[in-house]
Structures are given as structure tokens and as C-alpha cells.
């Protein structure tokens, strides 16, 4: 399943199929990013991060893609768990100004 | 051994009162925050401080003031609660305000009836 384009606000997956959800960020001088996973009733939870001197960067099951070029941050879930049924942030800040900008969310259901 | 608590969890309340929200962080980290997430779920940044002092103060109303006793906890204050209040309030703590990751409390229902 993958959320094509700049945002959608919802993304469907069968259960073992690989997610993409992307985000176009907004300021072209921020220089850190990192995607949040929200659950209900809880706060959002650090998923990954990436630096703009990088284009890639993989966790556990996640990959976070970064295109400075066009401003697009993408996170790709491997093998999607029901347990990934959740909102996902990606957030936007400058190092040296940490005012940590959030996206509009991506909610997440995955199908059994 | 929760990492960033918030009290109360959920908070209901009359128009024009006012209420507080706690916070603490037993990270050991220097900065923590205050972000207010509305009913379609857009998170906004509202304060942050940074080993007690205030680092950011977005463009919030003046009926909104943080209170950081310590590092360690930043408390908010809100006079005058108005029905637009209503919304979902969460702390956040990070090792530094300088491009690290922001831990999240568990957030605070407020609904301002």
C-alpha cells in the first residue's frame, strides 16, 4: 500500500504487504526530520530520523527516504503488522531552532 | 517507570474556569514542550523551555502560561477556558532543544463544555 503523491490522509494495507506513506515537508533550510507513530489514546512515538545529509536511512522494518530536491520525506514499513494500525507523523525542524514541525497525519489501517 | 507523565488524562470543564495541566520528564533531558493536537489531529507546537527558560512561546493566547518550576516539570496554567480549548494537549521532553528526538507524554483530553 502506498499513499501516492504528496499526502493522503488514509492508507489501507494488507497485512504483510509493504507501506509507503510519504509527506512533503515545507521549509527547504530544515535539516532534521524524524516520523512519528501515534496509536489511539496515546502520544506519538519516535519511529526513525534522518539528517539532510543523508538521502536514507533504515530501522527495524522501516526505511525513511529523504528528497531534498523536491522536499519529500517517504517511510516505508516492511511486512505491515496489525500492530502498525496507527497515525504517522513526519515532523520537520532546524537543528539550531528545534521548533519541531508536524505534518498533517497519515492514518494507517492495516487489513487481516 | 513512565518517561513523560502528564496529569490529569482526561479533564472536563466549564467554560471560563481555569485549570492546570502537570508534566514531568524523568529523562534527565534539558527541554521540554507543550503541543496542542485538534480534532483532525494537527499537532502545533505551543511552548518550550529549555532548563527552565522559556526557548519558544509560539502565537499563543496570553490566557496559556507555562510554569517550569524545574527541569525536570513544566505545568499549564489556562484562565479563562473557552469552548475553542478543547483539544488534546501532550507534553514532550528532549535530551537537548537542538535536533534530537522529542519523547511524548500520553496527553490530556481537555473539553471545554
Known amino acids: 500500500g502506498e499513499s501516492v503523491g504528496l499526502h493522503l490522509p488514509t492508507l489501507s494495507v494488507q497485512e504483510g504487504d509493504n507501506s509507503i506513506i510519504n509527506c512533503a515537508y515545507s521549509n527547504s533550510a530544515s535539516d532534521y526530520f524524524i516520523w512519528y507513530k501515534q496509536e489511539s489514546g496515546k502520544g506519538p512515538q519516535f519511529i526513525i530520523d534522518?539528517?539532510?545529509?543523508?538521502d536514507k536511512r533504515q530501522g527495524q522494518r522501516v526505511t525513511v527516504l529523504l528528497n531534498k530536491t523536491v522536499k519529500h520525506l517517504s517511510l516505508q514499513i516492511a511486512a505491515t503488522q496489525p500492530g502498525d494500525s496507527a497515525v504517522y507523523f513526519c515532523?520537520?525542524?532546524?537543528?539550531?531552532?528545534?521548533?519541531?514541525?508536524f505534518g498533517a497525519g497519515t492514518t494507517v489501517t492495516v487489513r487481516a | 517507570d513512565t518517561a513523560v507523565s502528564q496529569t490529569p488524562k482526561y479533564l472536563v470543564t466549564q467554560m471560563g474556569n481555569d485549570k492546570s495541566i502537570k508534566c514531568e520528564q524523568n529523562?534527565?533531558?534539558?527541554?521540554m514542550y507543550w503541543y496542542k493536537q485538534d480534532s483532525k489531529k494537527f499537532l502545533k507546537i505551543m511552548f518550550s523551555?529549555?532548563?527552565?527558560?522559556?526557548?519558544i512561546n509560539e502565537t499563543v493566547p496570553n490566557r496559556f502560561s507555562p510554569k517550569s518550576p524545574d527541569k525536570a516539570h513544566l505545568n499549564l496554567h489556562i484562565n479563562s477556558l473557552e469552548l475553542g480549548d478543547s483539544a488534546v494537549y501532550f507534553c514532550?521532553?528532549?535530551?537537548?532543544?537542538?535536533?534530537?528526538?522529542?519523547?511524548f507524554g500520553q496527553g490530556t483530553r481537555l473539553t471545554v463544555v
Open positions: 514532550a521532553s528532549s535530551l537537548t532543544y537542538q535536533g534530537t528526538e522529542a519523547f
Open positions: 529523562l534527565g533531558h534539558d527541554t
Open positions: 515532523a520537520e525542524t532546524l537543528r539550531a531552532d528545534y521548533k519541531l514541525s
Open positions: 523551555y529549555n532548563n527552565k527558560e522559556l526557548i
Open positions: 534522518i539528517r539532510s545529509n543523508m
